[in-house]
T-cell receptor
Framework: ELKVEQNPLFLSMQEGKNYTIYCNYS?????LYWYRQDPGKSLESLFV?????AVKQEGRLMASLDTKARLSTLHITAAVHDLSATYFC??????????????FGTGTRLKVLA | DSGVTQTPKHLITATGQRVTLRCSPR?????VYWYQQSLDQGLQFLIQ???????AKGNILERFSAQQFPDLHSELNLSSLELGDSALYFC????????????FGPGTRLTVL
């Protein structure tokens, strides 16, 4: 059964600091996603990671995927207040039938303090 | 603005009732996805349609059903509503059949009393 765990669940950090959010999953993954959700708002797609060793960067956020360790990380560099949000990872596992399993992590609520 | 629209924004109804949520995808997108977000269950994928055909099912209850119409808009029907169905329902769209970069609508907040 596909399970996705994120940690930490809550993260309070100072502006200018670096930190990493971890996403572990339990079975083979075909795609891994990172999303951002601002309070009271919808989701925003940040990254789609397709293969082992994939690394993507956008501004102060960098996501990577290690399929052998079944681990993805979202690294925040020199955090700013605007990055305060909840971040979700999600994993898709394809079945041979063509359908798939699509499971979200619990989310990491990030608060960046001035 | 993602280009994905959802109506209504808010819906308040009673247990046992039936409601329909509507989603219009971005122009050119053929896939529509439905999600449920609640405090109890977190974020859950419900179902994907691609060009009118059901592509994949997630944790969608039998009381729920969806369809995608020829103009590519989609509707999520929730029936025999229970208190636990109160949640935010998002739809998203993407260009292709694979679960690729998605663009999310603003959501419909459903409250079941």
């Amino acid at each position: 059964e596909l399970k996705v765990e994120q940690n930490p669940l809550f993260l309070s950090m100072q502006e200018g600091k670096n930190y990493t959010i971890y996403c572990n999953y339990s079975t083979t993954s075909d795609r891994l996603y990172w999303y951002r959700q601002d309070p009271g708002k919808s989701l925003e797609s940040l990254f789609v990671l397709l293969s082992n060793g994939a690394v993507k960067q956008e501004g102060r956020l960098m996501a990577s995927l290690d399929t052998k360790a079944r681990l993805s990380t979202l690294h925040i560099t020199a955090a700013v207040h605007d990055l305060s949000a909840t971040y979700f990872c999600a994993v898709v596992s394809l079945y041979t039938s063509g359908t798939y399993k699509y499971i979200f992590g619990t989310g990491t609520r990030l608060k960046v303090l001035a | 603005d993602s280009g994905v629209t959802q109506t209504p924004k808010h819906l308040i109804t009673a247990t046992g009732q039936r409601v329909t949520l509507r989603c219009s995808p971005r122009s050119g997108d053929l896939s529509v996805y439905w999600y449920q977000q609640s405090l109890d269950q977190g974020l859950q994928f419900l179902i994907q349609y691609y060009n009118g055909e059901e592509r994949a099912k997630g944790n969608i209850l039998e009381r729920f059903s969806a369809q995608q119409f020829p103009d590519l808009h989609s509707e999520l029907n929730l029936s025999s509503l229970e208190l636990g169905d109160s949640a935010l329902y998002f739809c998203a769209s993407s260009v292709g059949i694979t679960v690729d970069e998605q663009f999310f609508g603003p959501g419909t907040r459903l409250t079941v009393l």
